[in-house]
Nanobody
Framework: QVQLVESGGGLVQAGGSLRLSCAAS????????MGWYRQAPGKQRELVAR???????NYAGSVKGRFTISRDNGKNTVFLQMNSLKPEDTAVYYC????????WGQGTQVTVSS
């Protein structure tokens, strides 16, 4: 079973950028779709972006035009470039397959200050 480890979170001011990475313990080349999810305090976890094996991408409306998901199958890594960050982007960010499966990783905290 592939283990996923997220990194790259931190504290940033509104308007800033962060790049999240998701390192897999095994090959992701055979996984059709990978996704980034987030969970804000008191809210349900939501899908932020997903990328299919053919590099087709989809985004939640709230991040479209600001976030970019990409994958490097050779390095077994999925990325999320986040630009023009807003306070409402504050959450713990997770990567997982799409649809997601257990177990989830620990995630990486993103905090955007106003």
């Amino acid at each position: 079973q592939v283990q996923l480890v997220e990194s790259g979170g931190g504290l940033v001011q509104a308007g800033g950028s962060l790049r999240l990475s998701c390192a897999a313990s095994g090959s992701i080349a055979s996984i059709n779709a990978m996704g980034w999810y987030r969970q804000a305090p008191g809210k349900q976890r939501e899908l932020v972006a997903r990328i299919f094996s053919g590099s087709v991408t989809n985004y939640a409306g709230s991040v479209k035009g600001r976030f970019t998901i990409s994958r490097d199958n050779g390095k077994n890594t999925v990325f999320l470039q986040m630009n023009s960050l807003k306070p409402e982007d504050t959450a713990v960010y997770y990567c997982n397959t799409f649809p997601p499966r257990d177990p989830w990783g620990q995630g990486t905290q993103v905090t955007v200050s106003s």
